[in-house]
């Protein structure tokens, strides 16, 4: 939900494995498993469990590991040739839907997006003419346009200011802005300092009409040129999704070890997501609801400005990829 989130420090990227086979050792050395996550529950703890399980030692590679601030960041490494796989939230699919990589699978829903406001506000109607912060091509950005909406507003009746996710900690707790479009956990952080903030909005209250999805992505080359490749990176991941699956709140503590960060506000995430198994992920893939899904972010991509033509979801979204993994 850019895409979002770089609140803690992460920890190293994964110990070289030794002993490769060949033709796998090549993925590693080639930089082909160049991948990009966001330090948040939904995002890191598949590479927490992948590392902890020795799911990618079982396919026989090392992946490289990045972490970023947010979705849009990634898929701007992968237009530069850095990047191959990475994490990203809802508000960043516009991404994807205008050809700039490709989905190749779904992580999880979220409900951890808000629209607070400092005291006083008591509805989103009370934002017009406000200062609202707001990371562009997010979930924040995402849940603040669908809730204008909802309340007949547009997201010109605000004052927009563009903030970095980890910087509207700073700028709402110094009452420097009314209101912002942000997300769990940085809120936790926010309430530290404001307890009595407002949330005027929440992404449940759009689901299942919207699902804030998280997604997983690719560069178009590399689905191009080595499938394969996208292939592994899959099969390690759908393990993982499972063991998350089956095993919550172990899936915590190896988050949390992994992150280095707050329990508690790790297990909040955590339990604000609807978490999916690689077989029901599977069978919503195929049934045709996840380019459902896709195909509603790009109308709303549409209304809102962000796209005039976004590519139909059988273009973006590598279903049969998936699947076969």
Do not use: C
Request: proline share 5%; net charge neutral; charged share 20%.
């Amino acid at each position: 939900m850019l895409t979002r989130r770089h609140l803690f420090k992460t920890a190293a990227a994964l110990a070289a494995v030794s002993a490769l086979p060949l033709g796998r050792q090549a993925f590693a050395q080639s930089g082909e498993l160049t991948i990009g996550y966001i330090a948040d529950f939904p995002n890191a703890s598949v590479l927490a469990i992948a590392e902890d399980q020795k799911y990618w030692e079982a396919e026989g590679v090392t992946p490289s590991l990045k972490v970023f601030t947010n979705g849009p960041l990634q898929i701007q490494a992968m237009g530069a040739g850095s990047l191959n796989f990475g994490t990203i939230g809802p508000g960043a699919l516009w991404l994807p839907a205008s050809g700039k990589a490709k989905v190749i699978g779904v992580n999880d829903i979220g409900f951890s997006d808000r629209v607070i406001a400092q005291a006083g506000f008591g509805s989103i109607a009370d934002l017009k003419g406000k200062k609202v912060g707001v990371p562009q091509g997010t979930s924040g950005d995402m849940i603040l346009r669908l809730a204008l909406a909802k309340a007949g507003l547009s997201i010109d009746d605000i004052s927009v200011v563009p903030l970095d996710p980890s910087v509207i900690v700073t700028a709402f707790t110094s009452k420097q802005i009314d209101a912002a479009g942000i997300w769990y956990p940085l809120i936790d952080a926010i309430k530290q300092h404001v307890p009595d903030l407002k949330e005027l909005a929440a992404s449940q209250d759009f689901y299942p009409a919207h699902s804030f999805i998280n997604a997983f992505v690719a560069r178009n080359e590399i689905v191009e040129s080595n499938p394969e490749v996208v292939k592994t990176f899959l099969r390690v991941i759908k393990k993982a999704i499972d063991y998350r699956a089956a095993n919550l709140e172990r899936s915590i503590e190896l988050t949390t070890a992994f992150l280095n960060a707050p329990a508690a506000a790790t297990a909040n995430v955590a339990h604000s997501r609807k978490l999916l198994t690689s077989q029901e992920l599977d069978a919503l893939t195929k049934d045709g609801t996840v380019n459902g899904w896709l195909d509603d972010f790009n109308k709303i991509f549409v209304e809102f400005g962000k796209l005039e033509k976004p590519l139909p979801p059988a273009e973006y979204y590598t279903a049969d990829l998936f699947t076969s993994a």
